[in-house]
Every structure is written in structure tokens, then in C-alpha cells.
């Protein structure tokens, strides 16, 4: 089963919005990771935060986790068309050994 | 630094053939570990590697296996390849495992006719 659920599964907006992304997850962590995963390749880390963390910046990214409502959003400002990709959110869930299980997604779409 | 390659980068097989990946961590990264990537299934973990010892494993069935060297390269295995398994294969390695970052290869991307 999976542990993060992204909301919504895709996205479409002009570029130079605004764009934010929510993650749910289901048990205690200790830190929450956002990765982006552009068409068909590898994903790359953007950002891990901490539980202990509220918010957190890089750049144009902005994230926030609020572990009482075990949930977690992205926010991109000022979205160029390079931003078009697949926006993952991973935690770590204990079974046996610790593991990074990942949500579905949300597939972005920056439209120039 | 060089990241994580991941060989090769594309593979078509015939079912019930067997199929090796290989994947290259960045220098210093003991931990290593595998994703299954489908439309339907989204991100799937496989295993983990880490320092030549299996940590962790997902829920796949016995054909899907995997090794690591004393150098921290990898190796997955898939045994009597279904149409099913076809699927871009996802390499990830970190210093230390899943509560440090991850930096992934570009993936294996496998078809199976």
C-alpha cells in the first residue's frame, strides 16, 4: 500500500503561476523528501525536510509539513515551462528495515 | 562527482528469458537500492542494498533478485521474464539509506515481447 498520496494527480497551469502540490501519508516519520521525475527518466531530489521542520525554502520551492495532519505541500512560484514534470513525495516506513516508499505523483504541466 | 549510471539504458526481451541491470552508485554510497516504475503501479521498491547485505525487500515475487559487490555496484536479476514486468528499473543510491537523500540513475527501461 502505498504511504504518500499526492493531490492532485495532475496539474495544468500558465507559466508564471503559481503551482502547489499536497502529499498525505499515513504514519509517524522522521522526515519528508519531494522528488521530480522528468518524462521516462530518473528522479532527482529537491527537497527533504525534517519532522521537526514547518517550512522550508529552495529558490522557487517552497515546502511545508504539518505532521498533525500528517500532510505535506510543494509549492513552485513563478512556474516555468522547464518545471513540467512528475512531483513525488517519499517517506520512510519501517517494515522490518526501513525503506523509502513513494506516492503516486502529481503530473505538473506548465503551459507557455 | 559522477552520479549513478545505470547499464543498459534500454533492454527488449522475449518471455521467459532471464535479464540482468546493473547499476554504478556514486563513489561512497554504501546503500543501493532498486525501484520498479509502471503506469499502473506507479513506484514500486524492490530491495535494498547496503555494504554487500540485503536490508530490505519488497513484495516480488522469487524471480526478481539482486546482489551487491564489495565496490557497492548492484545487480537485479529477473528470472522467466513475464509480459508484466516490463517497466522502467530504477537504480538509487545513498550514503547511508532510505532517511538520506536518494540520487537515482536515469533507469533501465525494459520491454518484454
Known amino acids: 500500500s502505498q504511504q504518500g498520496e499526492e493531490d492532485p494527480q495532475a496539474l495544468s497551469i500558465q507559466e508564471g503561476e503559481n503551482a502547489t502540490m499536497n502529499c498525505s501519508y499515513k504514519?509517524?516519520?522522521?522526515?519528508l523528501q519531494w522528488y521530480r521525475q522528468n518524462s521516462g527518466r530518473g528522479l532527482v531530489h529537491l527537497i527533504l525536510?525534517?519532522?521537526?521542520?514547518r517550512e522550508k525554502h529552495s529558490g522557487r520551492l517552497r515546502v511545508t509539513l504539518d505532521t498533525s495532519k500528517k500532510s505535506s505541500s510543494l509549492l513552485i512560484t513563478a512556474s516555468r515551462a522547464a518545471d513540467t514534470a512528475s512531483y513525488f513525495c517519499?517517506?520512510?516506513?519501517?517494515?522490518?528495515?526501513?525503506?523509502?516508499?513513494f506516492g503516486q505523483g502529481t503530473r505538473l504541466t506548465i503551459n507557455p | 562527482k559522477a552520479g549513478v549510471t545505470q547499464t543498459p539504458r534500454y533492454l527488449i526481451k522475449t518471455r521467459g528469458q532471464q535479464v540482468t541491470l546493473s547499476c554504478s552508485p556514486i563513489?561512497?554510497?554504501?546503500?543501493v537500492s532498486w525501484y520498479q516504475q509502471t503506469p499502473g503501479q506507479g513506484l514500486q521498491f524492490l530491495f535494498e542494498?547496503?555494504?554487500?547485505?540485503?536490508?530490505n525487500k519488497g513484495n516480488f515475487p522469487g524471480r526478481f533478485s539482486g546482489r551487491q559487490f564489495s565496490n557497492s555496484r548492484s545487480e537485479m536479476n529477473v528470472s522467466t521474464l513475464e509480459l508484466g514486468d516490463s517497466a522502467l528499473y530504477l537504480c538509487?543510491?545513498?550514503?547511508?539509506?532510505?532517511?538520506?537523500?536518494?540520487?537515482f540513475g536515469q533507469g533501465t527501461r525494459l520491454t518484454v515481447v
Open positions: 538509487a543510491s545513498s550514503l547511508r539509506g532510505a532517511n538520506t537523500e536518494a540520487f
Open positions: 504514519t509517524s516519520i522522521n522526515n
Open positions: 525536510i525534517r519532522s521537526n521542520e
Open positions: 517519499a517517506t520512510v516506513v519501517f517494515q522490518g528495515a526501513q525503506k523509502l516508499v
Open positions: 563513489s561512497g554510497h554504501r546503500s
Open positions: 542494498y547496503f555494504s554487500e547485505t540485503q536490508r
